[in-house]
Every structure is written in structure tokens, then in C-alpha cells.
């Protein structure tokens, strides 16, 4: 079963328009992972956030974590069109031996 | 380094056929992962492994797929026989750490079509 759920499903913006993200999972963790996918390629990954962390930056990406609520975001400052793709979390839980669990992904479209 | 080397990019074969799925890992990483990948389920873990011995293949959906590891650079995913409900992405990803903190790196990945 999906440890990660995103929210939206989908998302359109206008570039230089902000896309937050969100992700919400079921038990303890380690770390929460970001990953982006262009069509039809593969998964690169974007940042990682450990269990005692709240916030991290990375460029224009900033992800916060709340373990208390189990959720995280992801948010994309000043959108471009090149950001265009599928955003999934995944998670490295405590009962997990490791283990990368993977949500359904959030497709995030940037209109030019 | 060329990155995570996944091959075929695209197979299409008949039911019942056997299909076999390679990866070439990056040099020096000790773990690496197969995941397949369709709309229904999204990503799954199939199996994977560490310093080339299998960890956790509970992700393998049936006796139908296997999956080896015979050297540091080289890993298959077997299909024996091959069924339409197979159809799907197959990625193939790397790590050097089983908790790194840059993540894994993925292949371009396999799509395969079973008619």
C-alpha cells in the first residue's frame, strides 16, 4: 500500500506563479524524499528532509515537514515552464528496513 | 559517470514470452532497487539489493519475476512468462547509501508492453 499521498493530483499555473504541494503519510519515518519525473523519463531526486528537520531549501524549492500531522510540502518559488513534470514524495519509514515508499504523484503543468 | 543504464528503453513481446529487463548500476553504489511503475498502483518496489545479495524481494508480485545480481555492475529482472497485466515501466535505481542523503538515482527505465 501507498505510504505517501499527494495532494493536488494535478496542478496548472502561470509561470512566476508559486506551486506548493502536498504530501501526507501513515506511520513514523526517518526522512521524506522529493522526487521530480519528466515524461517519460526517470525519477530525479530533488531534497531530502530528515525526521528531526522542519524546513530545507534548495533554490527555489523549499519543503517543509510536520511530523505531528504527518505531512510535508513541497513549494516551488517563481515557477518556470521547464518545472513541468510529476512531483512524488517518498518515504523512508521507521518500519520500512529502508525501504523508498512512493506516493501517486502530483503532475504540475507551467503555462508559459 | 553515464549515470543508471536501463535496457531495452522499450520492449513490446507476446504473452507467455519470456522478457528479460538489465541495469547497469553507478560505479561504487552498493545498493540498488528495481520499481515498476504504472497508473493503477503508481511506483512499487520490486526488490532490492546490497553489495549484490538480494534484501527484500517482498515486492515481487509472483514466482513469475526474479531477479539477479551477478556482479557490481549488473542486474536482470526476468519475466517467465510474460503476461499483459506485466505492462508497465520498469525502473531500475542506485544508491551508495541505504539512507543517503542524496536519494537514489534512477535509470530512464523499460517500458514494457506485453501483447
Known amino acids: 500500500s501507498q505510504q505517501g499521498e499527494e495532494d493536488p493530483q494535478a496542478l496548472s499555473i502561470q509561470e512566476g506563479e508559486n506551486a506548493t504541494m502536498n504530501c501526507s503519510y501513515k506511520?513514523?519515518?526517518?526522512?521524506l524524499q522529493w522526487y521530480r519525473q519528466n515524461s517519460g523519463r526517470g525519477l530525479v531526486h530533488l531534497i531530502l528532509?530528515?525526521?528531526?528537520?522542519r524546513e530545507k531549501h534548495s533554490g527555489r524549492l523549499r519543503v517543509t515537514l510536520d511530523t505531528s500531522k504527518k505531512s510535508s510540502s513541497l513549494l516551488i518559488t517563481a515557477s518556470r515552464a521547464a518545472d513541468t513534470a510529476s512531483y512524488f514524495c517518498?518515504?523512508?519509514?521507521?518500519?520500512?528496513?529502508?525501504?523508498?515508499?512512493f506516493g501517486q504523484g502530483t503532475e504540475l503543468s507551467v503555462k508559459p | 559517470d553515464a549515470g543508471v543504464i536501463q535496457s531495452p528503453r522499450h520492449e513490446v513481446t507476446e504473452m507467455g514470452q519470456e522478457v528479460t529487463l538489465r541495469c547497469k548500476p553507478i560505479?561504487?553504489?552498493?545498493?540498488l532497487f528495481w520499481y515498476r511503475q504504472t497508473m493503477m498502483r503508481g511506483l512499487e518496489l520490486l526488490i532490492y539489493?546490497?553489495?549484490?545479495?538480494?534484501?527484500?524481494d517482498s515486492g515481487m508480485p509472483e514466482d513469475r519475476f526474479s531477479a539477479k545480481m551477478p556482479n557490481a555492475s549488473f542486474s536482470t529482472l526476468k519475466i517467465q512468462p510474460s503476461e499483459p497485466r506485466d505492462s508497465a515501466v520498469y525502473f531500475c535505481?542506485?544508491?551508495?547509501?541505504?539512507?543517503?542523503?542524496?536519494?537514489?538515482?534512477f535509470g530512464s527505465g523499460t517500458r514494457l508492453t506485453v501483447v
Open positions: 517518498a518515504t523512508d519509514a521507521i518500519n520500512q528496513g529502508g525501504k523508498l515508499i
Open positions: 539489493f546490497n553489495n549484490n545479495v538480494p534484501i527484500d
Open positions: 535505481a542506485s544508491s551508495p547509501l541505504l539512507r543517503g542523503p542524496y536519494g537514489y538515482t
Open positions: 560505479s561504487g553504489h552498493d545498493y
Open positions: 528532509i530528515r525526521s528531526n528537520e
Open positions: 506511520t513514523s519515518i526517518n526522512n
